[in-house]
């Protein structure tokens, strides 16, 4: 069981998770990779094809070519009582950045069912960690959904005016916001809050789990280009990404480029070394045509 832990004084909490301690820390070079049916597979790596009586009881699976394309299990290691892990790919090797239109949109399928399927017991908080300054134990690209009791308050933030904008397609925006605590932070919005005059109850109504598929695959897509922008710019970083746990939906996107010092720890203040304008002027140059 986890156990939730309130300061009355800040409202905040923390969670108690010991489990946690038992992670393994692999590192890429631990993993001998071989070739089978075009992807790259290893051998030891838990999350590849071969291996599947190595993780906890399966969910959810979606059909691919090799057996299986996309596969959700129950986290070894838990932070909270629900905790699932999202494979994205039998590819140990395979990022966001080169999957193809059908993958990611099959992936983004999978994020909202799981998501509708845990908000009848709580709030799920859907989130990747990409690269070892991002958090990551397991190098093979997976996602994670997080189950808290709806009695937790959340420091998240809300969607903010959508400015600096790097790229939009039909549906979709991405763009650095003023507040940016982080440097190249680049959040992913639905276009119809872009209108200032858009009221509140329209916007709660831009909600993740109502999205229809071609809107899945837009936020898809939307999230590949701005992925491989970032990657272009800020070659083999690190990042989080999360998708916003009420609506109105965004997606943020954190470049883990900058470490956090005692100034920032000590006060809750972020300083952010890029100002959020050049940020999105630099990353658009990367950005490709939607
Ligand atoms: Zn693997």
């Known amino acids: 069981m986890a156990k939730y832990i309130p300061d009355s004084k800040s409202n905040r909490w923390v969670i108690l998770a010991p489990s946690r301690l038992n992670k393994p820390h692999a590192t890429e070079a631990e993993y001998k990779l071989t070739q089978k049916d075009g992807m790259k597979i290893a051998k030891n790596c838990p999350f590849c094809p071969g291996n599947e009586e190595k993780t906890p009881c399966e969910i959810e699976r979606m059909r691919g070519p090799h057996s299986w394309q996309i596969r959700v299990f129950a986290n070894k290691f838990p932070i909270t009582d629900v905790h699932e892990v999202i494979v994205h790919s039998p590819d140990h090797t395979k990022e966001i950045e080169q999957m193809t239109e059908e993958e990611l949109k099959l992936l983004f399928i999978v994020y909202q069912h799981r998501i509708i399927k845990l908000s009848q017991e709580g709030v799920p908080i859907l989130f990747r960690n990409k690269g070892a300054d991002a958090g990551t134990s397991l190098p093979h690209p997976h996602s994670q959904i997080i189950l808290l009791p709806r009695q937790i308050n959340l420091e998240a933030l809300s969607l903010e005016p959508i400015k600096n904008i790097v790229v939009e397609n039909s549906m979709f925006v991405s763009f650095c916001p003023d507040f940016s605590q982080y440097p190249y932070e680049v959040w992913i919005a639905h276009k119809s ?39 272009k710019l800020l070659d ?8 916003s746990p009420t609506p109105p939906f965004y997606l943020r996107i954190i470049p883990r480029v900058l470490i956090r010092g005692g100034f920032e720890l000590g006060t809750g203040l972020s300083t952010n070394t890029v100002d959020p304008t050049m940020a999105a002027f630099e990353i658009k140059k990367y950005t490709t045509e939607l």
């Open 193 to 231: 809050c872009m209108n200032q005059e858009v009221t509140a109850p329209a916007l709660e109504s831009v909600d993740f789990a109502r999205f229809s598929e071609e809107e899945l695959t837009h936020v898809s897509r939307m999230l590949k280009t701005t992925l491989v922008a970032l990657e």
């Open 236 to 243: 083999g970083f690190s990042y989080n990404y999360y998708i």
